[in-house]
T-cell receptor, first 116, second 116 residues
């Protein structure tokens, strides 16, 4: 079964500083990878996704992520964070069978705190 | 267009009572998913529907949990004889779920269930 590890439970970053959130996955084949963000009391919003092709993917709100097969990683980055980026971030792996999408496997999440 | 909607947004119930949670997917989405988000377990996949059928029920925690979908649209997650450990946020997502397509799940705001 696939699994997703987000090693950092909490990360504190100063506003304007760069950000990297780590995600490692365990899966026997090439996974389909996602980053979602959840603000307090809100549902999950998709930031970006990787299916195939270019290993550096661009998402919304200035985020990007790089798929590294050799490291089984899909780390999320942003060059300069804003106070509004404070939220919970989830990395997820998808398995797609011939019948379409299956349930996603999520990491435990990383809580991002922005210092003024 | 309208996103995934869920009702009620909050539900407080007494232990032993049955509850029904409702999900309205995005129009045109054939696949629908239920997840549970709790402090101890993080985000867990429960069940997904392709049309009205549920190919994968392996994520349902116990036989007290059931789900149905009618008309390829609205879905209801039912929890019978609720227990305190059922307290969580129940999230619904939908996607196009076309065979061979690698599509994206869009999430609703969730239903917060509290079992007293």
């Amino acid at each position: 079964a696939q699994s997703v590890t987000q090693p950092d439970i909490h990360i504190t970053v100063s506003e304007g500083a760069s950000l990297e959130l780590r995600c490692n996955y365990s899966y026997g084949a090439t996974p389909y990878l996602f980053w979602y963000v959840q603000s307090p009391g809100q549902g999950l919003q998709l930031l970006l996704k990787y299916f195939s092709g270019d290993t550096l993917v661009q998402g919304i709100k200035g985020f990007e992520a790089e798929f590294k097969r050799s490291q089984s990683s899909f780390n999320l980055r942003k060059p300069s964070v804003h106070w509004s980026d404070a939220a919970e971030y989830f990395c997820a792996v998808g398995l797609y069978s011939g019948g379409g999408a299956d349930g996603l496997t999520f990491g435990k999440g990383t809580h991002l705190i922005i210092q003024p | 267009g309208a996103g995934v909607s869920q009702s009620p947004s909050n539900k407080v119930t007494e232990k032993g009572k049955d509850v029904e949670l409702r999900c309205d997917p995005i129009s045109g989405h054939t696949a629908l998913y239920w997840y549970r988000q709790s402090l101890g377990q993080g985000l867990e996949f429960l069940i997904y529907f392709q049309g009205n059928s549920a190919p994968d029920k392996s994520g349902l925690p116990s036989d007290r949990f059931s789900a149905e979908r009618t008309g390829g649209s609205v879905s209801t997650l039912t929890i019978q004889r609720t227990q305190q450990e059922d307290s969580a946020v129940y999230l619904c997502a939908s996607s196009y779920g076309l065979a061979g397509e690698r599509d994206t799940q869009y999430f609703g705001p969730g239903t917060r269930l509290t079992v007293l």
